[in-house]
């Protein structure tokens, strides 16, 4: 088998490379092979094709987010990568016919979605602090509420969050499974500028600062719900299917464990 990789010079087989996964029980590359292996037999039993356009936007999606603006380049890149343009067209026909599933999904699916999960969807953005004394921590909210200091200068001085302190506490965005429960219930109840905790974390103590809190409207998620439904679908028939991964080994017979047996 040709070189998948070479590394200071050393080729690595495709075989190779998939040995090494194997062995770590990395196969993400042969879930997406399935899943695309799904979806293009699903569509053929249910009659859903794609029309030489869609292929060709996607195509030129492809040639946009790669910034192969001229078609010299998009020449190099395939030469490059060893493709020809059958494989291409082959792979833009995949990606046509998962948009055309995913673009099935319909508004009241979309809509139910939201209804049944609406505040997994909110969004708060948060400063915190994290320290491993009590007293301290409400030392620290004590400063905060009679703004002795900013909470930019007290996480610097005492945060112990290596991520954030030198960001002034900066967390960012985080939705309601990224904190734990009071944290969350605190976070999300509280309007932009106030401070909540301290609460106790494991072995630290954790006071946070809300900058904004986002309620979004159906419209500001329909995105992201149509593809949430759209993984779960692809995910539900990969379960469903009878997916064979062939043996890499050198032997060509199976092994006759039947000595370990006598």
């Excluded at 936007?57 to 059958?86: C, H, I, P, Q």
Aim: proline letters at 2%; hydrophobic letters at 40%; glycine letters at 6%.
């Amino acid at each position: 088998m040709s070189e998948f990789l070479k590394v200071d010079g050393a080729e690595i087989s495709l075989k190779t490379a998939l040995q090494w996964a194997a062995v770590l029980n990395d196969d993400e590359f042969i879930e997406k092979t399935a899943q695309n292996a799904i979806i293009v037999q699903y569509c053929a039993e249910n009659g859903i094709s794609a029309s030489d356009e869609e292929i060709q936007n996607v195509f030129s999606e492809l040639r946009y987010s790669d910034e192969l603006e001229k078609a010299g380049e998009t020449k190099s890149w395939m030469a490059e990568n060893g493709l020809d343009n059958a494989a291409v067209a082959n792979m833009c026909e995949i990606m046509a016919l998962r948009n055309k599933v995913r673009e099935a999904i319909t508004d009241e699916e979309i809509k139910e979605e939201f209804v049944e999960e609406q505040s997994t969807y909110d969004v708060a953005e948060i400063y915190s602090i994290s320290v491993d004394d009590e007293d301290l921590a409400n030392e620290i909210v004590s400063q905060l509420e009679d703004e002795e200091d900013s909470f930019y200068n007290l996480a610097v001085e005492h945060s112990i969050d290596e991520d954030t302190y030198l960001k002034g506490g900066y967390v960012g965005e985080v939705r309601r499974n990224d904190l734990r429960a009071e944290a969350e219930a605190g976070v999300f109840a509280a309007s932009g500028g106030d401070i909540v905790g301290p609460i106790k974390e494991d072995d630290q103590f954790t006071v946070y600062k809300v900058l904004r809190v986002i309620n979004p409207e159906l419209d500001d998620v329909k995105d992201v719900i149509r593809d949430r439904i759209f993984e779960e679908f692809t995910e539900g028939l990969t379960g469903t299917a009878i997916i064979e991964v062939m043996p890499l080994g050198t032997r060509q017979e199976p092994v006759d464990d039947s000595d370990d047996e006598e």
